[in-house]
T-cell receptor
Framework: ETGVTQSPTHLIKTRGQQVTLRCSSQSGHNTVSWYQQALGQGPQFIFQYYREEENGRGNFPPRFSGLQFPNYSSELNVNALELDDSALYLC???????????FGSGTRLTVV | SQQGEEDPQALSIQEGENATMNCSYKTSINNLQWYRQNSGRGLVHLILIRSNEREKHSGRLRVTLDTSKKSSSLLITASRAADTASYFCATDEGGAQKLVFGQGTRLTINP
């Protein structure tokens, strides 16, 4: 059992740029979700993928997009970065059903 | 949107004391989960309680759920310095896989 790994751990980007964040799910988990956590706030749901299809989306604009690969790893892409996109981005994997999620350590994105 | 609301926002106690955190939510749920987060790192799943359960234990943790009041509580007994962290409750929305988190309770255990 390897847990969830995210890369990179920290990233600084300029407003207007694009960014790709990566996540490797825990072995055996078929569902991956992405969350955005602003400083001092709880995580906010961005979207979820199941079997490479988007399976739910939160209140985020289309410039937030994602992919899930056959090996259940995942990417989060954000285009046209804005200052307010600065946050901790968390990836979580789980089995389908009422199970707890396994979170990665997150990617700290700073937009300047 | 954030459904769960934790109370208090911050709690500071002495090592060895018990810590109680509360969470309220607005709509019907299938289950409620509690997570711990250390210093802005990833969240660690602590416990999941289903809507037909009233109480659940895991080691020093005790979680209660009152669906009539739409509230839950997390009790940590015999606290340790290592319990210093932020604690979040999270609910599902109508069976969806999406978790909706509250703003968390920041717990500090003083030696």
């Amino acid at each position: 059992e390897t847990g969830v790994t995210q890369s990179p751990t920290h990233l600084i980007k300029t407003r207007g740029q694009q960014v790709t964040l990566r996540c490797s799910s825990q072995s055996g988990h078929n569902t991956v979700s992405w969350y955005q956590q602003a400083l001092g706030q709880g995580p906010q749901f961005i979207f979820q993928y199941y079997r490479e299809e988007e399976n739910g989306r939160g209140n985020f604009p289309p410039r937030f997009s994602g992919l899930q690969f056959p090996n259940y790893s995942s990417e989060l892409n954000v285009n046209a970065l804005e200052l307010d996109d600065s946050a901790l981005y968390l990836c979580a994997s789980s089995l389908t059903g009422p199970y707890g999620y396994t979170f990665g350590s997150g990617t700290r994105l700073t937009v300047v | 949107s954030q459904q769960g609301e934790e109370d208090p926002q911050a709690l500071s106690i002495q090592e060895g004391e018990n810590a109680t955190m509360n969470c309220s939510y607005k709509t019907s749920i299938n289950n409620l989960q509690w997570y711990r987060q250390n210093s802005g790192r990833g969240l660690v799943h602590l416990i999941l309680i289903r809507s037909n359960e009233r109480e659940k234990h895991s080691g020093r943790l005790r979680v209660t759920l009152d669906t009539s009041k739409k509230s839950s509580s997390l009790l940590i007994t015999a606290s340790r310095a290592a319990d210093t962290a932020s604690y979040f409750c999270a609910t599902d929305e109508g069976g969806a896989q999406k978790l909706v988190f509250g703003q968390g309770t920041r717990l500090t255990i003083n030696p």
